[in-house]
């Protein structure tokens, strides 16, 4: 937390200056990235890097949408990528200006090719799965060892959240994945726009509503890692960082991560060059940068996030190539589903239904 | 003349950093969202000329302000700030009032120091203050660590993500808004007239109720304005102390701003928001002017 509020206070001092040719300014998820690869950068660049985080794609959006950020590179999420290319905000990568461009992976290529066609506008960061990270030894105290760990039944049945509720869950605050998800839940299209669907899965979230301590995105990992609840819906790398976090401090909490047997939602986070991007020559060198195969592979072995680069993957470490939770074999990479953007109408029922499991209004 | 250069100074202020800004928000409440950068229509294209400014009137419309009537979500995040705005104005004033009084009866050369005292937590981010907070309260924090230390309780209370922590949160924070305002006014009270109450009667207490209070109505109508009137629009609080079912208008525009993409939606809550605070803020004025005309 200390180290967040730094970096915060820090970015926020750089802010305030002014953007210059030498400089490139990087927006990216809070928690993502090995710091020295920043230093590294700066080193064989001698470029100035400024490194700022954000922790949801709304507040990422807000400011491409408004314009003039003052950032080169971005990190959406898929979905929103897509609507924001739509908008506009982002321009055409030129992929001569990357020499380590043929480290992709065409598999996640390929997906994430839904929604950027033919990756004009990025190229992935890193990749997951939203599903559920448990207290392994709490559950089983709770719910017993035939606890339904690897099922969306662990957090949308309410016999179980009743008794979990004790030991504390947190959900995402994220109405894009967490309606999807009790839709699958239902057994019904994840990507639906059906508003009487939409309520059916708002109905499943408010029944199990009483028994949810927190919705937010990024609080789970101290929270799991901690001890202090015992279930959180959250993305498998957050999840995985609260593992390790836990081992390293040897409090005897052992976190494991599963995505669930029904369909887990697969997320794509993609770096792309905002049209007004003071330094896009820059732009393009920290891409490069991070498409190096040793350079991917540190942030991944960092963060415990797949990446799409194919090259990376023999510097991978064994913990995360070799960890199903990361780099899930193909049987359960076909178990996955993708969420698409949400047009403005169905977005406005979205979240207004989210307020209505959230707040109860 | 020189009298006109000195009364628009404050008008050119108000003028550029309220009213131009206002008309602006108030433009994109009267568009429709879109898909664009930025994300509303119709945009003000001067380069068309007249034809150009008569089409973007024409596409401007009362559309968004007919949504907040239509769902319950909004006037009822409007009361609900209310009441968390009033509730810790209160409690806000129970609590600095004691301060404020204590400040301004010590001994003369304590004060500069107390005052110092008072204002040294502006030294430190508001952020980070409300962060040492969730340290405090949460489950595990300082708090409950002290009270089940104590053997006051067995199991930690649940005290971060409700209300209470917003309020806690809120009266800390706005504090110093108002113990400034009424101990300006207490320190010039003068002792003689509480002798003279005395001297005809008085009781210590009714004394204070009588003549103190009286006199530092000033000060508390001032104070209790300058908390009322931010914390109606509070986010930052509620959102890092509330729970998810704390709902203020605040969190509200957030969510229009940032989840639903809707400017224009979110414009209209902020005019309204404002039209609700012309309320109190008139009422400051003229209290304001009442004392400055009492000053002369």
Redesign the interface.
């Known amino acids: 937390?200390f180290k967040n509020?730094m970096t915060w206070?820090a970015t926020l001092a750089l802010a305030a200056g002014m953007a210059s040719a030498d400089e490139v300014r990087v927006y990216n998820w809070s928690d993502y990235i090995d710091e020295e690869l920043l230093a590294k950068f700066e080193a064989e660049t001698g470029l100035k890097l400024i490194y700022d985080v954000f922790d949801?794609n709304?507040?990422l959006?807000?400011k491409?949408?408004?314009?003039g950020s003052g950032y080169d590179v971005v990190v959406p999420t898929g979905s929103f990528l897509q609507?924001q290319i739509?908008?506009?905000?982002f321009q055409p990568l030129q992929k001569d200006a990357l020499a380590n461009y043929g480290n992709v992976w065409n598999v996640i290529a390929d997906r994430t090719a839904r929604f950027d066609p033919e990756n004009t506008y990025s190229i992935n960061y890193m990749w997951g799965t939203t599903g559920l990270g448990t207290n392994t030894g709490k559950v089983k105290e709770v719910l017993g060892d035939d606890a339904p760990v690897d099922s969306l039944a662990l957090v949308f049945d309410p016999a179980n959240m009743e008794k979990l509720a004790d030991c504390g869950v947190h959900f995402l605050?994220a109405?894009d994945e967490m309606i999807p998800a009790a839709l699958t839940y239902l057994g019904l299209d994840p990507n639906t726009h059906d508003k009487a669907d939409l309520e059916k899965a708002a109905g499943v979230l408010e029944a199990i509503r009483p028994y949810?301590?927190?919705?937010h995105s990024s609080e789970y990992i101290n929270a799991l890692a901690?001890g202090?609840i015992c279930v959180a819906v959250g993305w498998s790398g957050d999840v995985l960082q609260a593992r390790d976090r836990a081992a390293e401090a040897e409090n005897g909490v052992e976190i494991a991560y599963n995505p669930p047997k029904e369909g887990a939602l697969m997320w794509f986070d993609q770096m792309a060059i905002p049209t007004d991007a003071p330094n896009p020559e820059g732009a393009h060198k920290f891409l490069n940068f991070m498409l190096d195969a040793n350079n991917m592979a540190a942030a991944s072995n960092y963060v415990y996030y797949a990446n799409g680069n194919k090259a990376s993957q023999e510097f991978l470490e064994a913990d995360v190539i070799d960890d199903p939770a990361i780099y899930p074999p193909e049987a359960a990479m076909n178990n996955t589903y993708i969420k698409g953007p949400y047009p403005?109408k169905v977005?406005?029922v979205v979240?207004?239904l989210?307020?209505r499991v959230?707040?109860?209004? | 003349m020189r009298r006109f250069t000195l009364i628009s100074v404050p008008y050119i202020w108000l003028l550029a950093l309220f009213l131009i800004p206002f008309v602006i928000v108030f433009k994109i409440a009267l568009s429709d969202?879109a898909?664009?950068?930025?994300?509303y229509l119709p945009l003000l294209e001067f380069s068309e000329g007249w034809a150009g400014i008569k089409a973007f009137f024409s596409e401007l419309d009362f559309e968004n302000f007919v949504w907040l009537t239509e769902?319950?979500?909004y006037w009822?995040?409007y009361l609900s700030s209310l009441k968390i705005a009033l509730v810790s104005t209160l409690f806000t004033l129970l609590i600095g009032y004691p301060i404020a009084y204590g400040m301004a009866r010590a001994p003369n050369e304590w004060r500069p120091t107390l005052l110092m005292l008072m204002i040294l937590p502006f030294w430190t981010?508001f952020l980070?203050r409300v962060?040492a907070w969730m340290g405090i309260l949460?489950?595990?924090g300082l708090l409950n660590q002290l009270l089940m230390g104590l053997g006051l309780i067995t199991e930690p209370l649940m005290i971060l993500?409700t209300n209470v922590a917003v309020y806690i949160g809120i009266v800390y924070t706005y504090l110093p808004f108002l113990v400034l305002p009424v101990y300006a006014a207490l320190e010039k009270l003068d002792d003689s007239l509480l002798e003279a109450a005395e001297d005809l009667g008085c009781s210590r207490f009714s004394a204070f109720w009588l003549v103190t209070v009286p006199l530092s109505r000033s000060g508390i109508l001032a104070g209790c304005f300058l908390v009322f009137i931010p914390v109606l629009g509070e986010f930052v609080i509620p959102s890092l102390l509330g729970?998810?079912?704390?709902?203020m208008i605040g969190k509200?525009l957030f969510?229009e701003?940032?989840?639903?993409?809707?400017w224009p939606v979110a414009s209209a809550v902020a005019v309204i928001l404002l039209l609700i605070l012309i309320v109190p803020i008139v009422l400051f004025q003229m209290n304001q002017q009442k004392q400055q005309e009492a000053g002369k």
Do not use: C, H
């Open positions: 937390m509020l206070t949801s709304e507040l959006e807000t491409m949408l408004a314009g609507r739509q908008a506009g905000v605050d109405p949810v301590l927190k919705f901690n202090d403005a977005q406005r979240t207004r989210w307020t959230k707040s109860g209004v | 969202a898909i664009a950068r930025p994300p769902d319950d979500l009822k995040a981010s980070i962060y949460s489950t595990e993500n729970g998810s079912g704390t709902l509200v969510e701003f940032f989840s639903n993409r809707d």
